[in-house]
């Protein structure tokens, strides 16, 4: 099984941006924690940070070539308004899940809507970084 991560804008600040809201644990955690639950349940990984919303869009069109059966993405802040990266996924036919460390919903209003939710199998908001490891599993029972 062959999984992307992809991750938005500042999430490579983890353990330094907003500690209250995101953790004190930092992005190489994040990779790590990943990584090894990949190894244990082998599956294949790909994990892709990018502040940039091309540099994201283009990692998605890569995936539809290279094998990729499921994605996980954190859009960040993109959630909120990239129509292009809304239009990216909704091009894929594979299993998506989106993930946001905090719950979106306790947060500013902004927040609450998600342009790439409604083009995404599912989401999961507020569990922490441990979204990711069920979003791993999640990925792992529909393609199974």
Sequence with gaps: MKLLVINGPNLNFLGIREKSVYGNEDYGYLKSIIQEKAVNENIT????????????????????????????????????????????????????????????????????TSVTAPVCTGQIVGLGLKGYLLAMDALKSMIN
Aim: charged share 20%; no cysteine; glycine share 6%.
């Design 45 to 112: 990984v790909d994990i892709f940070q990018s502040n940039t919303e091309g540099n994201i869009i283009d990692r998605l069109q890569e995936a539809y070539y290279d094998g990729t059966q499921g994605i996980i993405i954190n859009p960040g802040a993109f959630t909120h308004y990239s129509y292009a990266i809304r239009d990216a996924l909704a091009s894929l036919s594979i299993p998506i899940i989106e993930i946001h460390i905090s719950n979106v919903h306790k947060r500013e209003e902004f927040r609450h």
